[in-house]
């Protein structure tokens, strides 16, 4: 990036009104960690909803065989993102959710990134780990993991909310979801973490290191398959294992459905359980005001959902030409439905940019995508936060952050590296 360019990313503002909208670029991770992103999909939402963005941004670091970003359209404002998610005719999920298309040579085929009548078959095939009954029975494991995590925080100490609790509970989670080996469940966190990586983040160093460890994790994951196989068990991996349509899958499918399933099981719920954190600390009346009444913790836990949205975006592809705002998405046009901006979005929530614990219509947030690839487990990842926010409410009468936290260096992946605080009693 020239000199120009990387000082326009100091402020966002100034990058957003002081750039020509043609120039305009949300992709770019750089403006993420520091949240500048906002102040473009202001823009963007008021004077030109559907964007065209001719090159997306591109790291140089990439392998010679994949496809840089390269053009692709913003969809902005919520009522759009709905009608396009809703409209798996004329948009597929296939190559990918995200904006660049997986290389040749490491294609990771997932149910998401399918379209009908296969993605309906592979994603029924899992369905059973978050069925009600599952559900039912893993409330009280949930709880009960979530008080082991808590009582050993300190009070009036300094420590890292993110590692101490955020990815502590969710790996757990992660491991009982495939009853992955209890002691090596730290490294679903970083196979999470690489899945999503690439060189400029810092995670890997380059991308043949990323696709190293991905099949470090896939073979680990077959030997897991192979001792399962022909078993009755409901984890993940027994499901996949064992059901019709998904046991004879070859490996990097295979690989594939892990990616999305780690990366469905541990992002998400990890950053909204931060930014429960970051936002009660921007917005102590909030933290208050459910002190003080408990009933609206459901309420509450969507409401953080909405206002984080940990997954920025999902990628569709045109299937035919299309016509939106007096402009056409020409057919394999690349289409990003920017969920962060839609749930930010004046002309379906007031005052988008606070938090509001009792917020009449917190729940109508599209952090979990809609339609036939509305995240499967939406309701998992709600009770895992509703648990926390009722034993931290019992043990904390506020949690300060200290610092500024640091942030993904992503415009997929919307969420927390790090984030010190002090819990109060």
């Not at 909310?161 to 490294?187: N, Q």
């Not at 206002?307 to 569709?316: E, F």
């Not at 979990?368 to 936060?385: K, P, S, T, V, Y």
Request: charge should be negative.
């Amino acid at each position: 990036m020239n000199q120009a360019m990387s000082d326009v990313f100091k402020s966002g503002h100034d990058y957003a009104y002081n750039t020509p909208l043609e120039d305009l670029d949300v992709s770019h991770p750089r403006l993420w960690p520091s949240e500048e992103m906002w102040a473009v999909f202001k823009r963007l939402r008021d004077e030109e909803p559907l964007h065209y963005c001719k090159a997306g941004w591109d790291s140089g670091a990439r392998a010679p065989d994949d496809e840089p970003v390269g053009p692709y359209w913003s969809v902005t404002r919520f009522e759009d993102i709905m009608a396009i998610d809703t409209d798996h005719h004329r948009f597929s999920s296939e190559p990918a959710i995200v904006l660049p298309n997986p290389g040749k040579d490491f294609p990771l085929p997932m149910f998401i990134a399918m379209d009908q009548p296969k993605h309906d078959v592979q994603r029924r095939t899992v369905g059973p780990v978050v069925s009600s009954p599952s559900l039912a029975r893993m409330s009280e494991l949930i709880r009960e993991r979530t008080q082991y995590v808590l009582d050993r925080v300190p009070f009036d100490e300094e420590f890292d909310w993110v590692d101490t609790v955020s990815i502590e509970l969710t790996t757990m989670m992660l491991a009982t979801l495939f009853d992955f080996p209890f002691d090596d469940r730290r490294k679903l966190t970083r196979w999470s973490d690489v899945a999503t990586a690439g060189p400029e983040t810092g995670i890997v160093e380059s991308e043949e290191q990323r696709r190293a460890e991905l099949m470090e994790c896939v073979e680990y994951f077959m030997n897991l398959w192979q001792q399962r196989s022909g078993g009755d068990g409901h984890d993940l991996i027994t499901l996949l294992a064992n059901g019709e349509e998904t046991r004879n899958m070859d490996t990097m499918e295979y690989l594939g459905n892990l990616v999305l399933l780690i990366v469905g099981g541990n992002d998400t719920t990890r950053n909204s359980m931060s930014a429960s954190v970051y936002g009660s600390h921007l917005f102590p009346a909030e933290w208050e005001k459910v002190r003080a009444n408990r009933d609206l913790i459901p309420n509450t836990v969507a409401e953080i959902i909405r206002w984080q949205t940990p997954l920025a975006y999902m990628r569709r592809t045109a299937l035919e030409d299309v016509e939106l705002h007096g402009k056409t998405i020409k057919r394999g046009d690349k289409v990003a439905m920017w969920y962060a901006s839609g749930n930010r979005d004046e002309r379906k929530f007031d005052r988008p940019n606070e938090l509001i614990f009792d917020r009449d219509n917190a729940r109508n947030h599209i952090s979990f995508g809609f339609g036939i690839h509305r995240c499967f487990g939406n309701r998992l990842a709600e009770m895992q936060l509703q648990i926390l926010w009722d034993e931290m409410l019992k043990r904390f009468s506020k949690i300060e952050v200290i610092e500024e936290p640091q942030r993904n260096f992503s415009s997929f992946v919307k969420g927390y590296t790090k984030m010190r605080v002090i819990c109060r009693r």
